[in-house]
């Protein structure tokens, strides 16, 4: 299984095949399935899928928390290779009045 892990972590990013982990782990049908057990909405879950919404962190600990898995490894799987993950500056600092 360690030559699976290297070849993993080696994969280009891509959140569907978290995602479709989860459906396989849990012998899910389809994607409305998958919804039910992660408890988010059927856009969330398409959004993931088309790249225009990461995985969220609530996401990520909610899928760790259901399967056991370490986060590491979670994150390996989608080929999130980052060491560190930040938040980026623009998302702490307090809005101004005016700001949308």
Do not use: W
């Given at each position: 299984?360690?030559?699976?892990?290297?070849?993993?972590s080696?994969?280009?990013?891509?959140?569907?095949?978290?995602?479709d982990y989860?459906?396989?782990?849990?012998?899910?049908k389809?994607?409305?399935?998958l919804c039910?057990?992660?408890?988010?909405?059927?856009?969330?879950?398409s959004?993931?899928?088309?790249?225009?919404?990461?995985v969220?962190?609530?996401?990520?600990?909610?899928?760790?928390?259901?399967?056991?898995l370490p986060v590491?490894e979670?994150?390996?799987?989608?080929g999130?290779?980052?060491?560190?993950?930040?938040?980026s500056?623009d998302?702490?600092?307090?809005?101004e009045e005016?700001?949308q």
């Amino acid at each position: 299984m360690e030559g699976e892990n290297t070849a993993r972590s080696l994969a280009p990013y891509d959140p569907n095949r978290l995602l479709d982990y989860v459906k396989k782990r849990f012998n899910l049908k389809n994607d409305a399935a998958l919804c039910r057990v992660l408890r988010v909405t059927a856009p969330v879950i398409s959004k993931i899928r088309h790249g225009r919404l990461p995985v969220g962190a609530a996401l990520l600990i909610n899928i760790h928390e259901m399967t056991d898995l370490p986060v590491r490894e979670l994150r390996d799987i989608m080929g999130d290779r980052r060491q560190i993950v930040r938040i980026s500056p623009d998302h702490t600092k307090p809005r101004e009045e005016g700001d949308q």
